[in-house]
């Protein structure tokens, strides 16, 4: 009896694809630099996935998964890329959650997970660029590329009746192609940029800026850049010049740090940010719990870049990203059994047995074209210096 148990054991293993293993997982985001007020949240979500799989022991034969932490700083692509190759050298990582600004994202896929063959899945870098770089099939998305964050923007802007702006923009690839594809997609329906200008971060002193943005005019600043950087900077000045009252902002703009930055200084500007008022969404507030803010921008989308990597390794039977990078798409979208947050255990059972899974995740995710997210945004507007949703695009 005791051998037929073993054998039985044997082959549930077998079926699995793999013995039991440590599976170490990346986590590089900006935890210094111009967006750090964000990262916690972010690199929580992709942590509780982590350790939603653990728990169950059902990956890859009762495989566990271990977090590795690194800090792309988000603007230095030299240290990022250093910070990327101790995780694949020296900690040896099979895949890698992040990164998380567009620029450092763009480095280390080049310079890290090409030459290594490592699956990155990014929940926050959203560059235009990143859609066509070189891949070999090992990057994907859970955040939306700028190229529709820019009609998004557009489309709230003169629906609100603002019919000319004056653009700032972070002088790197994510300022730079967000701004571009707004001024797009904002002309042709019918708006006015009055200046498209870039802005330094680190300096002490943005008044020379404001006064080009000044001149140019507008009914209101569009402020793509960072709120712990240069973008915070531009919007001090801007209020303490009398230049601008309100504000747009994008993605890299709102956070905590916004309200505690300006309060009621800023009431009355708007802006968006991925985001939706899906099931999964509620669902992963509740799985969060206290453990950390589940609405922070890019916190429900890590927690679906660490689920994909999981889930996409118990479809191939492997932790290797050269064979799980092919399911990815696979256990991302239909056909299959909706998968929502806390329900990692069931997909892997699912995946396990042959079935097919459609994971729909905290943030909706659909997966189109190069492997990035379709994209959900929700709409805000600062009322009594608070962040408050307006509605879900």
């Known amino acids: 009896m005791k051998k037929l148990l073993l054998a039985t054991a044997a082959s549930a293993l077998m079926a699995s694809g793999a013995l039991a293993e440590d599976i170490k997982l990346g986590i590089i985001f900006g935890f210094t ?20 799989v653990s728990d169950s022991g059902k990956l890859l034969g009762g495989s566990s998964v271990t977090p590795v932490r690194a800090d792309s700083t988000c603007i230095d692509a030299g240290a990022a890329t250093a910070a990327a190759e101790r995780l694949v050298t020296s900690d040896g990582v099979a895949a890698i959650v992040g990164a998380d600004c567009s620029g450092v994202t763009g480095a280390i896929l080049a310079n890290v ?8 899945i990014s929940p ?10 070189e891949d070999n099939g090992l990057f994907f998305r859970t955040a939306p590329s700028d190229a529709r964050q820019g009609v998004v923007m557009a489309e709230i802007l003169l629906e609100q009746g603002v019919n000319s702006v004056a653009v700032t923009y972070t002088n790197n690839d994510y300022g ?45 600043l569009v402020v793509a850049g960072y709120v712990d950087q240069g973008g ?24 905590d740090k ?26 992963f507030k509740e799985l969060a719990g206290d453990a950390f803010d589940a609405t922070s921008p890019f916190a429900p989308e890590a927690y679906d870049a660490a689920a ?43 995946l396990a047995s042959g079935g097919d899974i459609d994971y729909v995740g905290a943030s909706a995710v659909e997966l189109i074209g ?18 408050t949703t307006v509605k879900y695009r």
């Open 232 to 255: 915070s900077g531009i919007v001090r000045a801007a209020i303490d010049a009398g230049a601008f009252d309100t504000f747009h902002f994008p993605d890299g703009m709102i956070g």
């Open 308 to 350: 994909l990597i999981m889930l996409a390794m118990q479809a191939a039977g492997s932790s290797d990203s050269q064979v799980f990078k092919d399911k990815v798409m696979e256990v991302a979208n239909a056909p299959g059994e909706k998968i929502y947050p806390g329900e990692l255990a069931k997909a892997l059972d699912i």
């Open 113 to 120: 997970a090409l030459p290594n063959g490592i699956v990155m």
């Open 258 to 283: 916004l309200e505690e930055n300006f309060g009621d200084e800023i009431d009355g500007s708007t802006g968006q940010h991925p985001g939706t008022d899906s099931p999964g969404a509620a669902m």
């Open 370 to 387: 190069p492997g990035e997210s379709a994209g959900n945004y929700r709409q805000i507007v600062i009322e009594g210096g608070k962040v």
């Open 33 to 52: 630099g111009p967006i750090e007020s964000l990262t916690p949240a972010m690199a929580d979500g992709a942590e509780l996935a982590m350790k939603e």
């Open 176 to 220: 730079k192609g967000l701004a571009d594809a707004f001024q797009a997609a904002y002309e042709e329906r019918g708006g006015t940029v009055t200046i498209n200008a870039a802005h330094e971060d680190g300096k002490a002193d943005y008044s020379a800026e404001v006064g080009a943005l000044a001149a140019a005019g507008g009914d209101r």
């Open 124 to 133: 926050s870098a959203t560059s235009p660029g990143l859609s066509t770089a």
